[in-house]
């Protein structure tokens, strides 16, 4: 099968990282027969340079007619840019907001896996972690408090200010159903996370995703309150497999699950929306700080690469490959500097990916 790839290298880091993840690409299309063809579109600082702005319309037209798109990452004051100085608007940052729009992206997939050779990197004791940890985080993305109306205004002569939080039955049920295929393609165990003991949006929330629970029977769907699901988390967090949850509680659970793992570099993202198009990028920025040093771990964005071959191609076996070959090179005791440790071996940004291709 022949796939089209748009490909944002982007600032900072982006491109060493991206570069480790076509050669990851390229490994898994020799040896399972697939044509991973890439166009390069510009996003970012670099674009600004090129073009006077992060986004060109070509761009998101050449990104709209792929089938997945990989990022590499945007931002940061990269040798001595002046992208800060302009517009928030006409930043690198706002490329990446235009792109996630512009392809209407509304579910983001965050995992937290606990790699069994970096548990030492891990700031949960022992005994939490147990057996260690694999869930995934799906937040809806454009709904919610932060898409709501909002004003701020004088009330009985106090400042006054409120943000709305409202969701319809589309909106849920359409997250819910990510929620549930990729729990199917899991351990097949859906926790719903809401605040349903106080919130009406959650408890339309809860009515909805049981609803569409009704098309899984194959899937297990718990309930949970958000403040309770934020004590799990630390607590008890392998007994999670896909937690589904609205915009801003998912954004601050995302984030807690990926402080979790202790590991930045290694934390793969996905958007999706309706259909197969997806974008997929590491969680983490373009660190600026070791941008062209060959430094940057690149296997957040190659398990991201592995979550498109999974979510946007449905090459679930490729992507079992990729994500055995990236543990088998940990267990080899290979590492880059961000997940490095006593005795074991330090590589840079190249050589991961060599490490990795290889072991594809
Ligand atoms: P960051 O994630 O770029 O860096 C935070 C720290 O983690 C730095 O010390 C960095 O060296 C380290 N780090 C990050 N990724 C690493 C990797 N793969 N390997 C080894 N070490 C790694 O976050 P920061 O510094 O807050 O942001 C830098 C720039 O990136 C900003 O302009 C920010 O807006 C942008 N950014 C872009 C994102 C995107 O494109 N999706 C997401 C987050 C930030
Ligand atoms: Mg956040």
Redesign the pocket.
Known sequence: MEYNIAVIP?????PE?IREAMKVLDAVGRKYGHNFSYTQVLM?GVSIDATGVPLTDEALMTAKNSDAVL???????VGGSNW?SLPPHLR??AG?LALRKGLNLYANIRPAILFDELKAACPLREDIIGEGFDFVVVRELTGGLYFGDRWTKEVDGLRTATDTLVYNENEIARIAKIAFEIARKRRKKVCSVDKANVLDSSRLWRQVTKEVAENYPDVELVDMLVDNCAMQIVKDPGQFDVILTENMFGDILSDEASMVTGS???LSSASLGEGKLGLY??????????AGQN???????ILSAAMMLRYSFDLDMEADRVEEAVRKVLKKGYR????MSPEKTLVG?DKMGDLIAQEV
């Open positions: 982007g600032d900072g880091i982006g990282i970012g990022l590499g990452a945007v931002g940061g004051n800060y690198p940052e990446l930045i570099g290694m990028e590491p969680s983490h920025g373009s660190a600026p700080d070791i430094k940057a771990n690149p296997i957040a964005t880059t500097v961000d997940i940004t």
